[in-house]
């Protein structure tokens, strides 16, 4: 079942456009990430998906029904739909377990006290429950949040940036228990970011720019198959080459003469090979693996993965393509 079917829905502030006939739907249960850079219009289509916000035209469908805006209801918003934007929506005086049992409502007391030990303990806050919000750090105090949030037992949680003020670790710690409790409760969930590193934890991407989609797709699909060479460069490090310099690099590969080609450092393949054309200008130390820019004598700079430290400076390699994996844009 759908929960939200959007239909050509446009969105202007008195001189601009902020959405321009945006259609895409999000079923039920599903984790959907909304990525765009700031001002491409997310927090507008939150608002809409929440009940908040009017579209000027087109059709906002909440379980197949007419989406009623805040013309219609008294009281904006849904009770089935839980907004959490980045002011932090905490009771400040009272205990981190008080706030998440003020959330339960409508359950007896034992009830409460078990639905309260089981939230603290999924977001990793019971050591933390008897303080105030205040002395909480920034990623526990985000996390109850969530758990406030979780807590109300919504169908559809929609999240704008909730972890803008978090570093990259608490903020994906945080995502994926979101996503486990989400999964376990099959709760729908939008959530709305500026890291695309975080978007890669959902189902789908939804990729907005200037109020446009730009492309919706499978996590994989976005990563593998990116629509332009901006969203490609999105999510992850990507070599650019002119038809030219495709040709140049790999003679081998069959050529389109009009595409610009993406290629990913992982998809590249290097030999050590003295006298190759390629030279190793550069070694760094990433975790994991080393990366590695290559000059070729075309001039051209080129990334690669090195899994092993295979390589040092000043070394000559060979390159290939792996599975023939380049993006043609
Ligand atoms: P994002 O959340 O992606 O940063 P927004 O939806 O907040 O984008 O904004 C989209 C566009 O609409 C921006 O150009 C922004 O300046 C404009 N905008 C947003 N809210 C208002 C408002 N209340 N009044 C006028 N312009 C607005
Ligand atoms: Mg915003």
Known sequence: MNVFTI??????????????????????????AIVGPSGSGKTTLLNILGGLMNPDSGKVLFKDEEMEGPDIRLVPGYEEIKVVRQDL?????????????DALLGYNDDFKEEKTAILLDFFSLTPFRKKRPSQLSGGQRQRLVIARAMASEPEVLLLDEPFSALDVINSSLALSEIKSLAAETNTTVVLVTHQPQDALQADRILVLQEGEVQQLGR????YQTPASVEVAK???PINIFSPEEFQQHFPDQPLNSKSIVGVR???????????????????????????????????????TYDFQKRCEEGDQVSIELKNDHGMSF
């Open 7 to 32: 239909r050509q829905v446009m969105k202007g502030y008195s001189d601009e456009l902020a959405l321009s006939s945006i259609s895409f739907s999000v079923q039920q249960g599903e984790f959907l």
């Open 219 to 222: 996590v994989e699909e976005i």
């Open 89 to 101: 929506d905490l009771r400040l005086k009272i205990s981190v377990e008080d706030n998440i049992r």
């Open 234 to 236: 999105l999510f992850g």
């Open 265 to 303: 450092p992982e998809d590249i393949i290097f030999e050590q090979k003295p006298g190759a054309s390629l030279i190793v200008e550069d070694v760094t130390f990433m975790g994991s693996h080393y990366l590695l820019k290559l000059k070729s004598t075309f001039g051209k700079e080129i990334m």
